[in-house]
């Protein structure tokens, strides 16, 4: 708990909002319009919503991601959008049993005008939810409280996203703009198909709002960046009985290494190793041959990064530990090692988004009431790193998220809605 706490920097709502004097205070008659459309509609938000958590898009699950999309693609067409797919290749996968993942296509929806500021906006379509998990409809109980796979993580951000562009059609607002839609569908893995579009996309618009959720009502203002590593040992294999002299253990092996790599966690500079995933051997009896490692590495600064990845890539060259003179080329032990998201720095015209974000949401419902820093990284992170000043905490507010836990409220999804119909037509018509 105080470890949570202490990690939550939460900043006035007079000291952020300072930085948006220009921002009116007011809602005008088109905003209101805005947002009598989003309550005229409250029932049918919700019921998309159900639909959409109950359509398993666990990021491995191509059909039901492809089902998503062609949903979404329809949905953005008849919003006057021009939409295209965008395949990624398969990212091949070192572990003990090898092959790759596949990843399924993403979504670019466009309208273009003579409109000056140029929009992107942001949503994955994928869950950490797989086909067969348990949790795979949404509840929604009399107090509001919604629980379902996703719900914030992002199904609900998604229909907000769609339905604040509904509520701008109704009334015109898209004409002549210039915005664009990206949905993705591997942002729960790290993007790691997706990366090249999002920064393509990026370097092309002005300004970046991703409609991930947030957390306590507390908008992020910066996050870290995130890295993760894969060892793959090679040892042999050989009865643990008759022939434990004939064998080299893969798993003791991956152990030194794994200990010497998360002796890189330093609180002080913000730097994180985690071996999330840890497997080696298939039998009690046999001395084993294969042993591989997922791990998860955070960071506070792009140098912090590469330091950790040149630790990383050190410790697993360095000459193994276990040894049999029999088979002097063993073990052998191969990493992998990609810096996934960049660190998001503090960035002035986020402060000004957010601070806009705050002064509409204490109008309209559900105020975000201050700031995070995150450890957590989203698509925004990736956006920012190529220079799109970028807002990612738009969404629902929740909590539980990637657990059986999940939960949003109706509350939020309104509220939020209307925030985001609003904030988009002032950002588009700038
Ligand atoms: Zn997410």
Redesign the pocket.
């Known amino acids: 708990m105080f470890k949570r706490l202490s990690s939550i920097a939460v900043v006035s709502l007079s000291l952020i909002a300072s930085s948006a004097l220009a921002q009116p205070e007011t809602l005008s008659e088109q905003e209101l319009r805005l947002i009598s459309w989003v309550d005229k509609n409250q029932d049918q938000i919700l019921t998309e919503l159900k639909s959409h958590v109950e359509i398993n898009t666990g990021t491995a699950n191509i059909e039901g991601l492809n089902l998503y999309r062609d949903l979404l693609s329809a949905d953005l067409a008849a919003l006057g959008f021009s939409t295209e797919t965008h395949s990624s290749s398969d990212i091949k996968v070192l572990s003990c049993k090898g092959g790759s993942i596949q990843i399924a296509d993403h979504l670019v929806a466009k309208r273009s005008g003579s409109a000056k500021n140029r929009v992107l906006m942001n949503g994955?379509m994928d869950t950490v939810f797989s086909k067969d998990d348990e949790f795979q409809t949404l509840n929604i109980a009399d107090d509001g409280v919604l629980k379902g796979p996703g719900v914030a993580?992002?199904k609900g951000g998604i229909v907000i996203m769609i339905n604040a562009l509904r509520a701008l059609h109704a009334q015109g607002l898209l004409d002549d703009t210039n915005l664009t839609v990206l949905f993705n569908s591997d942002?729960?893995i790290g993007s790691l198909g997706s990366r090249q579009l999002i920064e393509e996309l990026a370097r092309q618009h002005d300004i970046g709002l991703v409609f991930?959720?947030s957390y306590n009502n507390l908008a992020t203002r910066a996050r870290k960046g995130l890295g993760q590593v894969r060892l793959r040992v090679t040892g042999r294999e050989s009865h643990a009985g008759g022939a434990h002299e004939e064998g080299v253990s893969a798993t003791l092996e991956l152990a030194h290494k794994v200990i010497e790599i998360e002796k890189l966690t330093d609180y002080s500079r913000k730097v994180t190793v985690n071996t999330g995933v840890l497997s080696g051997g298939e039998k009690r009896n046999t001395v084993p041959g294969c042993a591989d490692a997922y791990i998860d590495m955070r960071f506070p600064s792009l140098e912090a990064g590469q330091q950790l990845e040149q630790s990383v890539k050190r410790i697993a060259a360095a000459k193994p530990v276990v040894k049999n003179a029999k088979y002097p080329d063993l073990p052998i032990v191969e990493s992998w090692a990609v810096l996934h998201r960049p660190v998001k720095p503090e960035n002035a015209k986020v402060d000004e988004i957010i601070a806009q974000a705050m002064a509409l949401s204490a109008l309209i419902g559900e105020p975000i009431v201050g700031t995070r820093y995150s450890g957590g990284g989203?698509d925004g992170s990736i956006a920012q790193g190529v220079g799109l000043p970028t807002m990612d905490s738009l969404g629902m507010d929740g909590k539980g998220?990637h657990s059986s836990r999940e939960e949003s409220t109706v509350q939020s999804l309104i509220a939020r809605t209307k925030l985001a119909a609003v904030m988009l037509a002032r950002q588009l018509h700038q």
């Open positions: 994955h993580d992002m942002e729960e991930e959720g989203t998220a």
